[in-house]
């Protein structure tokens, strides 16, 4: 909250006026321009806020498979859901699921990592949440440098990123905006 006191010598007046320092529509939510970034908008920010958002996710991998290498993104989820598996056990079963599917020399999905980087099939037996951290990590460089920023150039992004603004500036959209507008102007 703001505390503005407005002094007139003229008329030896003072005003008072109180405001919040967030700005909100009409249903108290944040308005547009203090909203924080969203879909595209924050796709654009990194590959990580992409990863963190499910309809990202989403779309890179379409835009993955049609480059034939969504293999990347499908072993970095899977690496993060790794990292998440409690118990022996089931680290075990998930630990030797990623390796066949996606390290292997017979890997039904393999991903691209460096010869000295491979990990034998013995450490499967002893299996640690961070045990594929370094190839997670040449993997998400490898997106990075590589993958993002043709996506962030493709017609999947660019359409997407259309399709949102055409949202913003439908009807019901300005609609709402209208009615933020006149309460914030009396």
Same mark, same amino acid.
């Given at each position: 909250?703001?505390? =503005?006191?407005?002094f &007139?010598k003229?008329?030896?007046?003072?005003?008072?006026?109180?405001?919040?320092?967030? =700005? @909100?529509d009409?249903e108290?939510?944040?308005?547009?321009?203090?909203?924080?970034?969203?879909?595209?908008? #924050?796709w654009?920010?990194?590959?990580?806020?992409l990863?963190?958002?499910?309809?990202?996710?989403?779309?890179?991998?379409?835009?993955?498979? $049609?480059?034939?290498?969504?293999?990347?993104?499908?072993?970095?989820?899977?690496? %993060?859901?790794?990292? #998440?598996? +409690?118990? $022996?056990?089931?680290? +075990?079963?998930?630990?030797?699921? =990623?390796? /066949?599917?996606?390290?292997?020399?017979?890997?039904?999905? +393999?991903?691209?990592? %460096?010869?000295?980087?491979?990990?034998?099939?013995?450490?499967?037996?002893?299996?640690?949440?961070? /045990?594929?951290? $370094?190839?997670?990590?040449?993997?998400?460089?490898?997106?990075? *440098?590589?993958?993002?920023?043709?996506?962030? $150039?493709?017609?999947?992004?660019?359409?997407?990123?259309?399709?949102?603004?055409?949202?913003?500036?439908?009807?019901?959209?300005q609609?709402a905006?209208k009615?933020? &507008?006149? =309460? *914030? @102007?009396?």
């Amino acid at each position: 909250m703001w505390l =503005i006191l407005v002094f &007139s010598k003229e008329d030896a007046v003072f005003s008072l006026f109180f405001l919040s320092p967030e =700005i @909100n529509d009409g249903e108290g939510h944040p308005s547009s321009s203090h909203q924080p970034l969203k879909g595209t908008s #924050k796709w654009a920010t990194s590959l990580e806020s992409l990863l963190e958002d499910p309809e990202g996710v989403k779309r890179f991998r379409e835009f993955l498979k $049609k480059e034939f290498s969504e293999e990347n993104v499908l072993f970095w989820l899977a690496c %993060e859901e790794f990292k #998440k598996t +409690q118990g $022996k056990k089931q680290m +075990q079963e998930k630990a030797k699921e =990623i390796y /066949m599917t996606f390290l292997s020399s017979k890997a039904s999905s +393999q991903v691209n990592v %460096e010869g000295q980087s491979r990990l034998s099939e013995t450490i499967l037996e002893t299996p640690h949440p961070l /045990m594929f951290q $370094k190839l997670q990590d040449q993997i998400f460089n490898l997106m990075k *440098y590589d993958s993002y920023s043709r996506f962030l $150039k493709s017609d999947i992004f660019l359409n997407h990123k259309k399709s949102e603004e055409q949202e913003e500036n439908s009807p019901e959209a300005q609609t709402a905006a209208k009615r933020a &507008s006149r =309460i *914030y @102007n009396t």
